[in-house]
């Protein structure tokens, strides 16, 4: 990232520069159970995500900026998800998709399942419901597209640094209601 | 093993299948069987386990060539069971072999048919790794397969306890509908530690969270609020019924207006719904200050020596 991180950008190219980011967020979706389903459905036609900006299907993370981790994650499968959200490049930004990602969902008392996946990984925004409709994936998408637009991302490096795991106090801004 | 002899309308029935393995492998290999929704369950004996899954495969007429599945069933305190479902390809029939395992629930122990059964080698390490099995002649059950490394304990195990529950005990109750004598359903609010489960660890456990989460009082913010009305409608008639010994006209008026209070206490509904229950409360409101009339003229010398009739009528 070179400088980006370094230096506060003059708002005017911040906005620019933010604009850009928010518009091409190449998308890696680790599916791992029901919840991938709808996932895939926000990918498809109907619903079509790609027309935010969002382009689903990474050829691995290492091309990603957005993780979406939809299912249940079990906590044989918890250092994979870590490994490979390592080795996304920054700045990544990661949706926790349905309540198993969340909060380990209707397997809140399994002797397998990850209590969420932000016991692993920072998670940036979080999408309710069992499996939520692929129109909470777009909501969830054009919050995480406000996040982008109003941060600075000398602040979110340095959060980063000072505390890896917990993005701490990063919080999405409101929307105006869209109706 | 030949597939000459056995062939789709050849196939042998339960019975014939129970006989031959009982004269191959002697009578003491069979323990019992039984045809359960339309499969042909064998018990086995515990030594015999590895030789009936060779028989099974290697005799002709039998000929189980397709090892389908291997898993245990809990039996709490007989152990385990250890059961197999073979398939062959040629004659179409399904058998399940089960054996209860040596060794109780502390070291359970099952002869390995992976020698016999390659496909038997995952199966067995899964089945080790839920619950705890030990099978003899086993290339190698560790590392766990399914659950991660470190894990401890054998989960599928009806005494495996799930460390979430320990802190929050499943919230709800065990019938989700319980019907009374009448067969009218019982309202009940679930609450924690209603279900333990069937060991006694989880009930103590239930008990200690029924204690930690006590069921609130049902004194309310609104409920104390009922009671301060329904004093006040005390106050008011009583005030009420030291006036009837003075004035009988202006007595009535204080009944009315204490007995509005008080219908309001008895219930909303008296305020909020249409004509029809103005009537009603208009008929417990004579009611009652029928009989508080009678009460005030017991009371009524009390109230004279007070003689705080007249402030009290301001008040009403
Ligand atoms: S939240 Fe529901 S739909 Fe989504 S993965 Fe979990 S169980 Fe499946």
Redesign the pocket.
Known sequence: MGVMDQIELPTPIKYVFNWGRKYSLWCFNFG???????FIAASAARHDFIRHGVIPFAHGPRQADLLVV???LTDKMAPAVKRLYEQMPEPKYVIS??????CG???WDSYSVTKGVDQVIPVDVYVP????RPEALLESIMRLQDLIQGESLKERMERRRRDPITLAAAGVPERESTT | MSGVLARRDRALTPEETEELLRDRLGEAAVVGSVVEYGVFTLRIAQEHWLEAARRCRDEPLLAYDLFDNLFAVDMREEGFDVVTVLYSTSTGNRLVLRTRCAGGREAPTCPSISDVYRGANWMERETWDMFGIEFEGHPGLAPRILTVENFEGWPLRKDFHLVSRGVKPWPGVKEPAELDEDGNVIERVPRIGDAPGPYELDKVIAEQAKLANPVPEPVTAEGGNVEELAQDADLASDSGQVLTSADEQAAEEAEAQASDVAADVAGAQAQDLEQTAKDKAEQRRREQAEARRRKAEERAADADDAGAAPDQEGNA
């Open positions: 791992l159970a029901c919840c991938a389903i709808e939809s299912g249940t998709f349905g309540s198993c990602a969340n969902g209707p397997y419901g069992c499996p939520p």
